[in-house]
Antibody
């Protein structure tokens, strides 16, 4: 069974930083691209970032480009998202999501809540 | 960027009804559309990919279709477990984009 488990969420002040982690199991982690997707309270899904299986291709949404950095450690079956320059409107549940070989999201993590507030 | 315009935003229906949700893409995305279901307090789950292919384990009452740049999710014979929010997603190009969601409520 494919499992993706996020951690590292919490309460942070505006302008602060945070690092989210996502550990994958039940599949060959190094063979899949991965995404970060967030959902603000009561809102829809917003794609944030993609990293390819080897980490050599990366994409970001304009809303987070220059502030968020995605990376991965295939040896540790881990995906990361470093969030900096956080704003109140970055408050959301952050999901890691596996990408199929055809690039659709085929599995979702449980999510990690990030709250940006003073 | 490709915009996905999803309608309606809310839909009220009864168990046994058939319902249709539509997404219109702002450009040509071929057949690269997926549909995800999200229940309250839970993560989304993939239902359909490449317009009409069901993920393993998804009931056959779910179906998808395409006409030009308009994509449709149909649920034939709503079951109590189907009351949820549904999102379309295009994966033709980055940035990946989602529709705004359709909440299917009990009438």
């Amino acid at each position: 069974e494919v499992r993706l488990v996020e951690s590292g969420g919490g309460l942070v002040q505006p302008g602060g930083s945070l690092r989210l982690s996502c550990v994958g199991s039940g599949f060959d982690f190094s063979f899949y691209g991965l995404n970060w997707v967030r959902q603000a309270p009561g809102k829809g899904l917003e794609w944030l970032s993609f990293i390819s299986d080897r980490g050599d291709t990366i994409h970001y949404a304009d809303s987070v480009k220059g502030r968020f950095t995605v990376s991965r450690d295939n040896a540790g079956n881990s995906l990361f998202l470093h969030l900096s320059g956080l704003r109140v409107d970055d408050t959301a549940n952050y999901y890691c999501a596996r990408t199929s070989s055809w690039h659709y999201v085929d599995n979702w993590g449980l999510g990690a809540q990030v709250t940006v507030s003073s | 960027d490709i915009q996905m315009t999803q309608s309606p935003s809310t839909l009220s229906a009864s168990v046994g009804d058939s319902v249709t949700i539509t997404c219109r893409a702002s450009g040509d995305i071929g057949a690269w559309v997926a549909w995800h279901q999200q229940k309250p307090g839970e993560a989304p789950n993939l239902l359909i990919y490449k317009v009409s292919l069901l993920k393993s384990g998804v009931p056959s009452r779910f179906s998808g279709s395409k006409s030009g740049t308009e994509f449709t999710l149909t649920i034939s014979g709503l079951q109590p477990d189907d009351f949820a929010t549904y999102y379309c997603q295009q994966y033709d190009t980055y940035p990946l984009t989602f529709g705004g969601g359709t909440k299917v409520e009990i009438k």
